[in-house]
């Protein structure tokens, strides 16, 4: 069935249904991630995974029940005469079945992971008109993907819905050659190759949010995704962001246990009981307790170890990391390095081109977005309402594609009511008569300086731990 066919049908079955008093639900279902899947696997894989999709929603429902595609990604289901209950039951085993089938075929030839996410809604409950009945399952569904996505979410009563859609500007858009090539290396770890990315770029530009996109990955694999953070303090604390991924796989099911003399001086849970002999500082034996642990720990799940912000790293951070690589040669292991590029840092500058020059690392570099990129983010943080060349040029004269600074302006511009959702559309005042701090920091500012000067103590005390 058509878009059209099932947007007639559904208008004619809501409508009786409020005559009748009889439910209507719908169900909107979306494949996640389905542009990696396309990115990564061609065009012809990506509807082959949507053809199979559509397979299983149909053996789920009842033969009176009504599915079509509604965009590249999506499909919806009406199913007429089934309260709110049992359709999120249906749904529950949409998902499910998605979730166990097997998906062969890829481009590698390895089984694909594929989820999905499934908004319901139901008439007379959400909606008294077909539009507004997809627009409740469409913010369901949109609640449930900004929470990881792979499950079902039901619509609030309306009483609870908000008066109008937020701003979304929580998207990844754009390095479709870079995350291609994470999750290529991803799926290689998997089989027990150890893989090394160096992720770096400008400030701002992104590199934490390219790596955050391997976490559901990982997820669907089977994995763990771990990650440590070197931070900026005056003094560079030893093996801080070793120290923060050690403690984050001691608390994993099945944990390595063990006498581990050294690590517990880095993470002081380690000691077997308090009386237990820690061991007498010795670097060499740390660094081998710290291989040791790694590879254990990989032994019961595949593991993806990120370092973040590294250009605040120490020393011993950067030694330690060379000191593991050769060890995880044959593990189930990624490890991701990412940096924030900084030509007045050369210590960071020789690490990073050192340990990108490891047999078998891959250096990532993170550029800015394009205009067209840039569009893509802002429609979507508008609900996919077009904003109009003048708007855009706007934003991306302003930013020149740096993320964080389309972040910041675009949250700026809405507290400070400079664009406003008027209960059909946004809207904005005109270019002429907006306003952009010269940098990334005065933006930052100006959002602070909405606060109270007690708010502002506390954010500063914040951002400084």
Same mark, same amino acid.
């Given at each position: 069935?058509?878009?059209?066919?099932?947007?007639?049908?559904?208008?004619?079955?809501?409508?009786?249904?409020?005559?009748?008093?009889?439910?209507?639900?719908?169900?909107?279902?979306?494949?996640?991630?389905?542009?990696?899947?396309?990115?990564?696997?061609?065009?012809?894989?990506?509807?082959?995974?949507?053809?199979?999709?559509?397979?299983?929603?149909?053996?789920?429902?009842?033969?009176?029940?009504?599915?079509?595609?509604?965009?590249?990604?999506?499909?919806?289901?009406?199913?007429?005469?089934?309260?709110?209950?049992?359709?999120?039951?249906?749904?529950?085993?949409?998902?499910?079945?998605?979730?166990?089938?097997?998906?062969?075929?890829?481009?590698?030839?390895?089984?694909?992971?594929?989820?999905?996410?499934?908004?319901?809604?139901?008439?007379?409950?959400?909606?008294?008109?077909?539009?507004?009945?997809?627009?409740?399952?469409?913010?369901?569904?949109?609640?449930?993907?900004?929470?990881?996505?792979?499950?079902?979410?039901?619509?609030?009563?309306?009483?609870?819905?908000?008066?109008?859609?937020?701003?979304?500007?929580?998207?990844?858009?754009?390095?479709?050659?870079?995350?291609?090539?994470?999750?290529?290396?991803?799926?290689?770890?998997?089989?027990?190759?150890?893989?090394?990315?160096?992720?770096?770029?400008?400030?701002?530009?992104?590199?934490?949010?390219?790596?955050?996109?391997?976490?559901?990955?990982?997820?669907?694999?089977?994995?763990?995704?771990?990650?440590?953070?070197?931070?900026?303090?005056?003094?560079?604390?030893?093996?801080?962001?070793?120290?923060?991924?050690?403690?984050?796989? %001691?608390?994993?099911? !099945?944990? &390595?246990?063990?006498?581990?003399?050294? *690590?517990?001086? #880095? +993470?002081?849970?380690? $000691?077997?009981?308090?009386?237990?002999?820690?061991?007498?500082?010795?670097?060499?034996?740390?660094?081998?307790?710290?291989?040791?642990?790694?590879?254990?720990?990989?032994?019961?799940?595949?593991?993806?170890?990120?370092?973040?912000?590294?250009?605040?790293?120490?020393?011993?951070?950067?030694?330690?990391?060379?000191?593991?690589?050769?060890?995880?040669?044959?593990?189930?292991?990624?490890?991701?390095?990412?940096?924030?590029?900084?030509?007045?840092?050369?210590?960071?500058?020789?690490?990073?081109?050192?340990?990108?020059?490891?047999?078998?690392?891959?250096?990532?570099?993170?550029?800015?977005?394009?205009?067209?990129?840039?569009?893509?983010?802002?429609?979507?943080?508008?609900?996919?309402?077009?904003?109009?060349?003048?708007?855009?040029?706007?934003?991306? %004269?302003?930013?020149? !594609?740096? &993320?964080?600074?389309?972040?910041?302006? *675009?949250?700026? #511009? +809405?507290?400070?009511? $400079?664009?406003?959702?008027?209960?059909?559309?946004?809207?904005?005042?005109?270019?002429?008569?907006?306003?952009?701090?010269?940098?990334?920091?005065?933006?930052?500012?100006?959002?602070?300086?909405?606060?109270?000067?007690?708010?502002?103590?506390?954010?500063?005390?914040?951002?400084?731990?």
């Amino acid at each position: 069935m058509s878009p059209d066919s099932l947007a007639e049908q559904g208008t004619s079955s809501v409508q009786a249904a409020r005559l009748s008093r009889q439910p209507v639900s719908l169900l909107i279902i979306e494949v996640d991630r389905f542009e990696l899947i396309d990115r990564t696997h061609g065009a012809q894989y990506a509807e082959h995974v949507l053809a199979t999709v559509a397979m299983l929603v149909r053996d789920t429902l009842r033969p009176r029940d009504v599915v079509a595609r509604r965009s590249a990604h999506e499909l919806a289901a009406l199913l007429t005469g089934l309260p709110l209950p049992q359709a999120v039951e249906l749904a529950e085993r949409i998902a499910t079945a998605v979730r166990e089938h097997e998906f062969v075929g890829g481009s590698d030839g390895r089984p694909v992971p594929v989820r999905v996410s499934v908004g319901v809604a139901t008439a007379p409950v959400h909606a008294e008109a077909y539009p507004a009945l997809v627009a409740a399952a469409e913010r369901a569904l949109h609640r449930l993907a900004r929470a990881g996505g792979d499950g079902v979410e039901a619509a609030l009563d309306p009483a609870m819905e908000p008066s109008h859609p937020p701003l979304d500007v929580d998207r990844f858009v754009g390095r479709n050659d870079q995350l291609r090539t994470l999750v290529r290396m991803l799926d290689d770890a998997m089989l027990g190759r150890g893989q090394v990315a160096v992720v770096h770029g400008e400030i701002g530009v992104g590199c934490s949010t390219l790596i955050a996109q391997l976490a559901p990955e990982v997820a669907v694999r089977g994995g763990s995704f771990v990650r440590g953070s070197a931070r900026r303090l005056p003094v560079r604390p030893p093996y801080g962001p070793l120290a923060d991924v050690i403690d984050e796989l %001691r608390r994993l099911p !099945g944990a &390595p246990a063990g006498d581990w003399r050294e *690590l517990q001086h #880095l +993470v002081p849970a380690l $000691a077997a009981s308090e009386s237990a002999e820690s061991g007498g500082g010795s670097q060499f034996r740390l660094l081998e307790e710290l291989s040791a642990f790694i590879t254990t720990a990989a032994a019961s799940r595949p593991l993806v170890l990120v370092f973040d912000d590294m250009q605040w790293a120490d020393e011993h951070t950067w030694d330690a990391i060379e000191h593991v690589l050769p060890k995880l040669v044959d593990a189930p292991v990624m490890l991701a390095v990412v940096l924030r590029d900084d030509p007045s840092d050369p210590v960071a500058l020789d690490r990073r081109k050192r340990l990108a020059g490891t047999e078998g690392a891959h250096d990532i570099t993170v550029s800015r977005l394009t205009r067209d990129e840039v569009k893509r983010w802002v429609e979507a943080a508008f609900h996919r309402q077009e904003v109009g060349r003048e708007f855009l040029s706007f934003i991306y %004269r302003n930013t020149e !594609g740096n &993320p964080l600074f389309v972040d910041q302006l *675009l949250r700026a #511009l +809405v507290e400070e009511g $400079a664009v406003w959702h008027t209960g059909e559309r946004w809207e904005w005042r005109p270019v002429s008569e907006l306003q952009v701090p010269s940098s990334i920091d005065a933006l930052v500012v100006r959002r602070l300086a909405r606060f109270a000067p007690r708010a502002q103590v506390a954010l500063a005390a914040a951002a400084v731990l």
